[in-house]
């Protein structure tokens, strides 16, 4: 749920962390990259969230101007999420995030069959 104090603030870091600023968002736009995927690739790709909090966040970053869900008129019906502009443009920021943290953490690394979302095709 997003915090309307965060997002209604005066400071432009501040605003941004409201949108983007819970656990899911980044991990679902790092997911989606360039690719344009169907809820149930998303739900069995992003690891330890649950349906209901999936739809939440997909609503919010729709609602944000960072994803686009195009939904067809199709029998079963169908939706397609992707990153809007404003989504491809925070890859870069993930990227830089990443490296940050490769350079720096101390944990240990788990395996990489640990993360799905590692094994997907690039486009």
Known sequence: MKDDRFCNSNCP????IGTIGNKWKPIII??????????GQLDAIVPHISRKVLTEQLKELEE??????LAFKELPPRV???????????LPILEHIKEWNLKYEVATIPKETDYQWSKLPTD
Not at 13 to 16: C, E, K, P, V
Not at 30 to 39: A, Q
Not at 64 to 69: A, K, V
Not at 80 to 90: I, P, Q, R, T, W
């Open 13 to 16: 870091f501040t605003r941004a």
């Open 80 to 90: 397609d999420y992707k990153l809007s502009e404003k989504g491809l443009a925070f």
């Open 64 to 69: 944000d101007g960072l994803l686009e869900r």
């Open 30 to 39: 790092n997911v989606l990259g360039t690719r344009t995927m169907r809820f």
